[in-house]
């Protein structure tokens, strides 16, 4: 069975006529040009007129080919029984390879390994390339079924090498695709992401290979992106529909989406095809036992399954080793499925507060990469022109995702301060108070009514009472769901709120100042300022504002905000060329020390501090304009200990993020 190098030439060149040998051989030529373009009926058709001529074994090879490629296992094995007492030398390699094939997805992982091995030899013998990286390809996908991943990874590889050499740069993206999907099931889910982008650029075709489409919805259904995925999933699913191409996973992926947007019905129709659906239909026994074998995630859900069917004390050993295992392989999913569940079981105050720290989202910061940066800067011009938004939003996040996220250092909250850390789950909002090393636990009714009573006692210029917090002169807090929304420092304490202990961070490193002052500002406080503390006012543009971001020790913004509740790190600032987005202070290698927000509620105190800012001040409310030059005059008296400025302006809804310890002289 010949190969084209380029497909697309042999369909534009070949014409079947001459003698009944010749148009044989064009029937065949043609027949595989368009198999290898995922031209599925077209092939066939060609192949079939073939056999009808001639009957030639190498026609019912080239049916066995797309039979294979159809799913149609049983039609495939019959043309290749057909065929195979028929064929010699390195057709019957070729037939031996389409075997191997067969067996990678219906045996033993081991047998479709030592046949393609086999195989492997025989065509390097016969020097048949491409062919050759057909069969590496195989095993590759082999050792996949195997989790042997590392050598999987090794023939994807080479067989990548041999179809670069061969002039074949699609099926040498498929290739690198192929890699992709090695890492995705070792759990790093950010060399998947990365190498499918690659794969594109490369040239992969994904109209004539749809499964490649199913792989990445996959990938950006493991990151939580529902919305993409489905995006992804309906091409390929009228791309299999066009060519008569069955794909059961596109199948389980549609029933996974809607599972995620709280249609369980597709996934229990799915019965045994997925084992996250089997958890969804009780088959918890089946799942549970793939805790010991299998990828990454597979495992993890097992351990999930595990904890599902066991008691209490069982269940919570059982959550603990699946975060175990995705700790070691830097995996995410199903992470917050196992918290939960340990969350839901977790009694003691104690417990609580060990799982709520485990199931707080820990948010990874974006790649500081040239790529992402005009990906930021399509989006701003678009949103100036008033062009749609969508696409441009999730090239952001496609570029996030695909990169290697950095980290930040973190430390551990001391314990000589009281803490208090809310938690909600299950409909239910739940404080775990520890003071002097005694923790209590209590349920919060109606947090939101809590909420909108301080902030209207704040409006009227009343005191705000609650009980939320101890007794303390100062204390740390942790919020969660709608109590992000309270003004802690109104209510009478010097208040650390953090988003996790995780964030605290008790040095300081010193710096410049810096102002920047955004446009459509009624009063501009920052001249004031900069004349009585020093310091240097940057041009308002986002790259001014960024580089001059870099490395501060305090930096005031004066600016109008946005908060995007869906995506906070698409809430921003005004700025004089477009928004200054989360994730644009997500690039700051060294973020400012100390960082005063005077604007509305922007939403970016949680970029900062995830970037590695020590303490933000900034407000849940609108702040009347007469007043902001006054306030922001007393945070920069008291800018020395953050959580006692913000405490001077509580009034106005500030609060202090982060470690609001005195700054070390």
């Known amino acids: 069975m010949s190969a084209s ?32 373009l995922g031209h599925l009926d077209v092939a066939a058709r060609f192949a079939r007129r073939g056999l009808r001529l001639t009957s030639e074994a190498r026609f019912h090879l080239v049916l066995a080919w797309i039979d294979l490629d159809r799913g149609r296992r049983k039609q495939s094995l019959q043309h290749l029984d057909l065929a195979t007492p028929h064929l010699r030398g390195g057709e019957l390699a070729r037939a031996r390879c389409l075997r191997g094939l067969h067996l990678c997805q219906s045996a033993e992982p081991r047998l479709a390994i030592a046949e393609l091995t086999a195989v492997i030899r025989e065509l390097r013998r016969y020097g048949d390339e491409r062919w050759l990286a057909n069969a590496l390809i195989g095993r590759g996908i082999a050792r996949c079924n195997a989790t042997r991943l590392v050598s999987a990874e090794a023939d994807f590889s080479a067989a990548q090498t041999v179809l670069l050499a061969l002039g074949e740069p699609g ?17 790093d889910l950010p060399l998947a992401l990365r190498r499918y982008e690659e794969a594109a650029k490369a040239g992969l075709d994904s109209t004539s290979r749809p499964e490649a489409l199913v792989d990445r919805a996959e990938a950006l259904l493991a990151a939580g992106l529902t919305t993409e995925a489905r995006r992804v999933l309906a091409p390929a699913m009228e791309l299999l529909r066009r060519c008569n191409r069955h794909v059961p996973e ?47 995630q597979t495992r993890a859900l097992g351990w999930l399954a595990q904890a599902r069917r066991s008691s209490r004390r069982g269940a919570l050993a059982a959550c603990r080793a699946g975060l175990k295992l995705l700790d070691e392989h830097h995996g995410d999913w199903p992470r917050r499925e196992l918290t939960g569940h340990a969350l839901g079981l977790a009694r003691t105050a104690r417990e609580v507060l060990h799982w709520s720290e485990q199931h ?89 009514e809590l909420v909108r009573t301080a902030k209207l006692a704040l409006r009227a210029g009343r005191a705000v ?32 709120v953090i988003p996790s202990l995780r964030h605290w961070q008790p040095s300081s490193r010193g710096g410049h100042r810096t102002w920047i002052t955004g446009p459509h ?25 960024v580089n001059a971001l870099e490395g501060a020790g305090i930096a005031h913004i004066a600016a109008h905000g946005h908060v995007n509740q869906d995506n906070p790190l698409f809430s921003y600032l005004e700025l004089e060329d477009g928004p200054l987005y989360g994730y644009d202070i997500a690039r700051i290698e060294n973020p ?37 030059s006054e306030a922001m005059a007393e945070v920069h008296r008291r800018i020395g200990h953050p959580a006692e400025a913000a405490r001077a302006v509580a009034h106005l809804g500030f609060s202090c993020y982060g470690t609001g310890t005195r700054v070390a002289a």
């Not at 099926?171 to 759990?187: D, T």
């Not at 850390?421 to 299950?426: A, D, L, P, Q």
């Not at 009980?467 to 802690?488: F, R």
């Open 521 to 545: 500002l009624q009063n501009d406080e920052v001249p004031e300022l900069q004349r009585q503390h020093g310091g240097t006012i940057a041009k308002s543009t986002v790259e001014s504002t």
């Open 171 to 187: 099926r040498a993206a498929m290739c690198l695709h192929n890699r992709g999907f090695v890492a995705m099931l070792a759990g």
């Open 360 to 448: 707080r989202a820990s948010v990874p910061l974006p790649p500081n990469e040239p790529e992402l940066a005009r990906a930021l800067t399509n989006l701003r011009r678009a949103r100036a022109f008033g062009l749609p938004l969508e696409a441009m939003e999730r090239d952001v996040r496609r570029l996030t995702l695909a990169s290697a996220a950095r980290t930040t250092p973190c430390a551990t909250a001391p314990a000589e301060l009281p803490l208090v850390s809310f938690i909600v789950h299950e409909g239910r909002t739940r404080a775990v108070t520890l003071i002097d090393g005694r923790a209590h636990l209590r349920v919060i009714p109606e947090p939101a």
């Open 250 to 296: 596109l199948a389980v992926l549609s029933a996974r989406c809607a599972l995620r947007d709280g249609d369980p019905g597709p996934a229990l129709r799915l019965g045994g095809a997925d084992v996250e659906f089997m958890l969804a239909a009780g088959k918890l026994d089946a799942v549970a036992a793939h805790r010991f074998r299998g990828p990454v």
């Open 592 to 628: 400012p020390e100390i960082v005063v927000l005077s604007a509305c509620e922007s939403g970016l105190a949680r970029a900062f501090l995830d970037a590695g800012t020590r303490a933000v001040i900034a407000t849940t409310l609108p702040v009347p304009d007469a007043q902001v």
């Open 5 to 36: 190098a380029d497909p697309q030439a042999t369909i534009a060149s070949t014409e079947v006529r001459g003698t009944k040998a010749q148009r044989a051989d064009a029937l065949h030529d043609l027949s595989v040009a368009h198999v290898e």
């Open 465 to 496: 009472t609650t009980d939320l917090l101890p007794d303390e002169e100062e204390v740390i807090v942790i919020p969660d769901g709608v109590l992000h929304e309270m003004p802690w420092a109104a209510l009478g304490r010097r208040v650390h």
